[in-house]
């Protein structure tokens, strides 16, 4: 596989995945339904591929992994419902850049959970991450407490997709990207049914076209979007997937202009910028950092 096709490939990943903001306006059901119905459809699309070629590797799991990966699952779902909760407060243009600070959530937990060291230019980007999500919060509290709780559910996606990633890092040294996405989204679908049972949110009732955008959802957004990055992981660095899935703003941003008329304002344009400007700077380093360290142990 030549290396310019797989980051063709991946681009248009991106592309996918940045659709995910656009369905999820467009829908009409509580953002835990939709994440609830959107794990369990990917699961199910998922499930014939795991029983045919999968099912050794699924029957011998050991038990530690498997809790990891159901505790993965809760938390992904905790994520999807923050994100799809975010798209119906805030403008796309806030609600996707906020979410992408998930780097350097990974980046700070790295740095005081696990004592990994940062170099200046990295912590750099972080501050300048920092304060271009600042901006965009401050800009938005002038449209209402609303507008600042989809800024803050973004936020909170961003934090639970670090936590996913952090477990996830780990637990791909044991178990493939079938099983091991198998098994989380099933967490995630089940974690989100107990969560709208005991909200009393309804299953259904919902109008059909609903269920017509959650498939969607499920083969591009998770399906081509996600599921990408990992097949990705095998041809090319970690960093140039990190620093692709910038384009998830710009890609969300341009749509919501054509199919909702949503013109980002100043502040959301120059804090976005910043936001992307910072992560840049910091996966820039860490790329650096992670060469001469490996460089060096050769």
Same mark, same amino acid.
């Given at each position: 596989?030549?290396?310019?096709?797989?980051?063709?490939?991946?681009?248009?990943?991106? =592309?996918?995945?940045?659709?995910?903001?656009?369905?999820?306006?467009?829908?009409?059901?509580?953002?835990?339904?939709?994440?609830?119905?959107?794990?369990? &459809?990917?699961?199910l699309?998922?499930?014939?591929?795991?029983?045919?070629?999968?099912?050794q590797?699924?029957?011998?799991?050991?038990?530690?992994?498997?809790?990891?990966?159901?505790?993965?699952? &809760?938390i992904?779902?905790?994520?999807?419902t923050?994100?799809m909760?975010? &798209?119906?407060?805030?403008?796309?243009?806030?609600?996707? &850049?906020?979410?992408d600070?998930? =780097?350097?959530?990974?980046?700070?937990a790295?740095?005081f959970?696990?004592?990994?060291?940062?170099?200046?230019?990295?912590?750099?980007?972080?501050?300048?991450?920092?304060?271009?999500?600042?901006?965009?919060?401050?800009?938005?509290?002038?449209?209402?407490?609303?507008?600042?709780?989809?800024?803050?559910?973004?936020?909170?996606?961003?934090v639970?997709?670090?936590?996913?990633?952090?477990?996830?890092?780990?637990?791909?040294?044991?178990?493939s990207?079938?099983?091991?996405?198998?098994?989380?989204?099933?967490?995630?679908? =089940?974690?989100?049914f107990?969560?709208?049972?005991f909200?009393?949110?309804?299953?259904?009732?919902?109008?059909?076209i609903?269920?017509?955008?959650?498939?969607?959802?499920?083969?591009?957004?998770?399906?081509?979007?996600?599921?990408?990055?990992s097949?990705?992981?095998?041809?090319?660095?970690?960093?140039?997937?990190?620093?692709?899935?910038?384009?998830?703003?710009?890609?969300?941003?341009?749509?919501?202009?054509?199919?909702?008329s949503?013109?980002?304002?100043v502040?959301?344009?120059?804090?976005?910028l910043?936001?992307?400007?910072?992560?840049?700077?910091?996966?820039?380093?860490?790329?650096?950092?992670?060469?001469i360290?490996?460089?060096?142990?050769?």
């Open positions: 596989m030549k290396t310019t096709t797989v980051k063709f490939i991946t681009i248009l990943g991106v =592309v996918s995945m940045s659709t995910s903001a656009i369905f999820g306006r467009m829908m009409t059901t509580p953002a835990i339904i939709t994440a609830m119905y959107r794990m369990l &459809v990917t699961a699309l998922l499930l014939p591929v795991v029983l045919l070629r999968h099912r590797e699924l029957l011998h799991i050991r038990k530690k992994n498997l809790l990891l990966c159901l505790l993965c699952g &809760v992904l779902g905790t994520h999807f923050a994100y909760e975010s &798209v119906q407060y805030t403008r796309i243009a806030s609600s996707t &850049v906020l979410v600070t998930e =780097v350097l959530f990974v980046a700070l790295l740095l959970l696990f004592h990994e060291k940062i170099p200046k230019t990295g912590l750099i980007g972080i501050a300048v991450t920092l304060a271009g999500s600042i901006i965009i919060a401050l800009g938005d509290t002038s449209g209402g407490s609303n507008i600042l709780y989809g800024d803050l559910m973004a936020l909170l996606g961003a639970c997709s670090a936590a996913y990633t952090l477990i996830g890092r780990n637990q791909r040294q044991y178990l990207t079938t099983v091991y996405t198998f098994l989380v989204y099933s967490s995630a679908a =089940v974690t989100l107990l969560g709208a049972c909200s009393g949110q309804p299953m259904t009732g919902y109008e059909p609903n269920f017509v955008y959650i498939l969607a959802m499920a083969v591009f957004c998770t399906l081509l979007g996600h599921s990408i990055f097949w990705g992981l095998k041809y090319i660095s970690a960093a140039f997937i990190s620093m692709s899935k910038l384009g998830e703003p710009v890609f969300a941003t341009i749509m919501a202009i054509f199919l909702f949503e013109i980002p304002q502040n959301q344009v120059v804090g976005g910043i936001v992307i400007a910072g992560i840049a700077m910091y996966l820039f380093t860490k790329e650096s950092a992670d060469s360290k490996q460089e060096t142990s050769n």
